[in-house]
């Protein structure tokens, strides 16, 4: 439902919309904004988390910023969570999203927006919610991301736009240094290739070694279940920690969500590699914006 709280920024204007029904109100403007995006950004990924990740003990907005022609400019999630803020303790925090399950997190950005007014209508869109948030606390967000782009210009300027209304509350944004974020690692040392070979032709011993993709057999559901259950064999099953997905009801969910999500622009996929008939090993794959996501 959209909330009636409208921000009087000029040229920007802030509307609100509320849990998940409200972020599927706000599909056509999401999709329009990210014909390109990477997947942390992407509506799929945010409606599969918003579905089954956000949790019964936290509540969710999304807050649209668009221009004075009523055209969508960012569209920024604001999750309730008690969140540690060292050095501080725990504090009531907004957040872009609340759960282990999440790698990173982003939201969607027009082209060539400027960032820093973005972020000052967030801030004082922010200073309307009837939750009493402390802190702004945005981890696990790529250094290259629309969510970095936008802490980081509020946080040149921060004392000039905070409204007095909200005085009392400080801002972090955990924005990784760009040099460090996420990297993609290739094998360069020889020790370590050797082991791989070694290990490659101890498994043909055992039998013919291919990969099967779901898509391609067209069984999605039979290769989640055979991906659950490799997952699940290892340290995070019954007997480990079990945080195994399939022994998570919400993560199962949130993953099911993505497969079912699948399209042109947001291909999820499963890998199988097979010794003979038996699957030793699996990988869930989400292809966007020009990237490939394993996991």
């Not at 759960?99 to 997190?105: G, I, K, P």
């Not at 921060?158 to 290739?186: M, Q």
Request: contains cysteine.
């Amino acid at each position: 439902m959209v909330r009636a709280k409208t921000s009087e920024t000029m040229p920007l204007r802030a509307q609100w919309y509320e849990g998940v029904a409200g972020l599927r109100q706000l599909r056509a403007d999401w999709y329009e904004l990210t014909p390109n995006a990477q997947l942390f950004a992407r509506y799929e990924w945010n409606l599969a988390a918003a579905t089954h990740l956000v949790g019964d003990n936290h509540s969710i907005w999304f807050c649209r910023i668009g221009d004075d022609a009523g055209r969508p400019v960012a569209i920024i999630p604001a999750v309730t969570a008690n969140a540690l803020v060292k050095p501080f303790g725990l504090l009531p925090t907004l957040t872009l999203g609340w759960n282990d399950q999440l790698a990173a997190f982003d939201f969607p950005l027009a082209h060539g927006a400027k960032v820093f007014e973005v972020g000052k209508t967030m801030l004082k869109a922010f200073s309307q919610l009837h939750y009493h948030w402390r802190v702004i606390s945005w981890p696990r967000v790529m250094a290259n991301s629309n969510a970095a782009k936008v802490a980081m210009a509020l946080n040149r300027s921060l004392t000039d736009i905070i409204p007095s209304s909200v005085c009392s509350t400080f801002y972090t944004g955990n924005v990784p240094n760009p040099a460090e974020g996420f990297e993609i690692f290739t094998v360069k040392s020889h020790k370590l290739r050797r082991t791989l070979s070694q290990h490659s032709r101890r498994l043909c011993q055992h039998g013919p070694v291919q990969m099967r993709m779901a898509r391609e057999e067209g069984d999605v559901e039979s290769f989640f279940n055979e991906f659950l259950r490799i997952e699940s064999s290892g340290w995070k099953g019954e007997k480990g920690t079990r945080t195994a997905i399939a022994l998570v009801p919400a993560a199962r969910a949130f993953y099911s969500s993505l497969l079912a999500e699948s399209n042109a622009a947001f291909e999820t996929d499963i890998a199988l590699l097979y010794c003979g008939d038996k699957a030793v090993a699996g990988q869930f794959l989400i292809r966007t914006g020009r990237w490939e996501y394993v996991s």
